[in-house]
C-alpha cells in the first residue's frame, strides 16, 4: 500500500491507498444538473497516465506531429498542457487539505477544478490536489502529480487478484441504477436510468468495434450486448459487405469459435490488462470492457430476492418488482466514443473520421 505526501514538506495527504485500474468513466460529464456518486472505491488510487487539466491548448495551436507522438490521431476541442500522472483517489481519503477559496471554480452545484488546484497542504501551503463534486461530474480528488510524492507503507500489495478469484467475486456492474438530480424547487428528485458506467463503458467498446470492423457490419451477440451495441452498429456500418463476428470472451466462458473475428473480453479491474485467449482465437481484435460491466453481460444476474424483515420465519425471502426498466434506449456515452477513437490509429480512415465529424448529428438521432 501506499501513502502520497506533499512534495513540498512531506507531510501526509492520504490514507493508505492500494492501487488500480482508472475507471473508464473517470472522465465522464453525464447530462445536466445531475448528481453522480464517488468515482473511486475507497481505499484506492489510480493513475491517469495521459496529461488532464489546466491549462489547455485549442487543436489549432497544436502541431499535427506533437499530437501524433501523443497518441492523438484526429481533431479533438483541445488537448491538456497539465503533467501527466495524476493520481485519483476518493475524496474521503484526502487527509492535511484545505480548499484554496480564489480557486474554487465552478459552483453550478459544486466545484469543477477547471481554475486549477483548488485545495492546498495543510501544513505548507503548497497546492496540491482538485477536488472536483460539480453536477454531471463524478465526485474525485485529483492529485497534483508534480505536488506529491507516493511513499510505500506498511504490508506489501499482494498480486493481483487472478481471473478466478474475480469471478468468485462476481462483483458485476448492474445496467440499470437510480439517477438523482438536485436544484428543482422540489429538492433532490431520483429516477431509473441506464448506468452511467455502462454507457462509458459501452462508449470506449464502441469506438473499438467500429476500428475492428474494416468498414463492414458487425454482429454481436443477442441480450444486453445487442441491446447496447446493435443499434449504433447497424446506423453507422454498412448493410452489404459480409459482417464481422463479435462474441463475448473470457473466464468462465466457452473457447470463442476460430471464426470469431472480435472478442469482447473484461479488463482486470486491478491491472487494466485485457484477458486474453489461448489458440486460434488470439489472432482476434480484442475489445475491452470493465470487468463489471463484461461479468454482467456475460452471466445476466437475475433480479435477487432479499431476505424478509420484521418478524419472518427464517429462510423466507421477500419477492420484490425488479427495479424499473429505463424509458428510453440504450446511449453510448458520446465523450468517451470520441476520447477511445481518436486515440485508436484506424480513426485516419476516411470513413471513420466521417463517424467522428457528425458525432453531434448522431448524439441528435439519439445513438450517443
Known amino acids: 500500500m501506499f501513502v502520497f505526501v506533499c512534495a513540498g514538506c512531506g507531510a501526509g495527504l492520504t490514507t493508505p491507498l492500494s492501487p488500480v485500474a482508472l ?26 497516465p495521459e496529461p488532464w487539466g489546466p491549462p489547455w491548448r485549442a487543436w489549432e495551436e497544436i502541431d499535427p506531429d506533437e499530437a501524433a507522438a501523443r497518441g492523438i490521431h484526429a481533431p479533438v ?14 475524496p474521503g481519503d484526502a487527509r492535511g487539505t484545505l480548499l484554496i477559496p480564489e480557486k474554487c471554480g465552478g459552483y453550478c452545484c459544486g466545484l469543477d477544478g477547471a481554475d486549477g488546484p483548488n485545495m492546498a497542504c495543510e ?49 458485476g456492474t448492474p445496467p440499470f441504477e437510480p439517477i438523482a438530480g438536485w436544484g428543482l424547487p422540489m429538492g433532490l428528485h431520483h429516477w431509473w436510468s441506464w448506468s452511467p458506467r455502462w454507457e462509458a463503458a459501452v462508449g470506449g467498446a464502441l469506438a473499438h468495434l467500429l476500428a475492428a470492423s474494416e468498414g ?25 459487405p459480409p459482417a464481422r463476428r463479435a462474441v463475448l470472451a473470457g473466464p468462465g466462458r466457452p473457447v470463442p469459435d476460430a471464426d470469431a473475428d472480435i472478442l469482447l473480453v473484461p479488463a482486470h479491474p486491478q491491472t487494466g490488462e485485457a484477458w486474453t485467449p489461448a489458440g486460434p482465437a488470439a489472432s482476434a481484435y480484442p475489445v475491452p470492457l470493465p470487468f463489471g460491466v463484461w461479468l454482467w453481460m456475460a452471466f445476466p444476474e437475475p433480479y435477487p430476492p432479499v431476505p424478509a424483515s420484521g418478524g419472518m420465519p427464517d429462510g423466507v425471502l421477500r419477492d420484490d418488482p425488479p427495479a424499473p426498466r429505463p424509458p428510453h434506449l440504450f446511449r453510448a456515452d458520446p465523450g468517451t466514443f470520441r476520447h477511445t477513437l481518436v486515440r485508436l490509429p484506424a480513426v485516419r480512415s476516411p470513413w471513420l473520421r466521417e463517424i467522428l465529424g457528425n458525432l453531434t448529428q448522431h448524439m441528435r438521432a439519439r445513438l450517443f
Open 123 to 171: 501544513a505548507c501551503g503548497l497546492p496540491v490536489a482538485s477536488r472536483i463534486d460539480d453536477c454531471s461530474l463524478w465526485q474525485a480528488v485529483w492529485l497534483a502529480p508534480d505536488a506529491v510524492r507516493r511513499r510505500p507503507v506498511g504490508a506489501a500489495d499482494s498480486a493481483p487478484l487472478s481471473w478466478a478469484e474475480l469471478m468468485a467475486e462476481g462483483k
Open 23 to 48: 475507471p473508464a468513466h473517470a472522465h465522464q460529464k453525464y447530462g445536466n444538473g445531475l448528481q453522480l456518486p464517488v468515482l473511486m472505491e475507497s481505499g484506492t488510487f489510480a493513475v491517469e
Open 216 to 240: 463492414r457490419p458487425v454482429t454481436v451477440p443477442d441480450g444486453l450486448v445487442g441491446e447496447v451495441l446493435r443499434r449504433a452498429l447497424d446506423a453507422l456500418l454498412p448493410a452489404g
Open 77 to 90: 476541442h483541445a488537448l491538456s498542457d497539465g503533467a501527466p500522472g495524476a493520481i485519483v483517489i476518493a
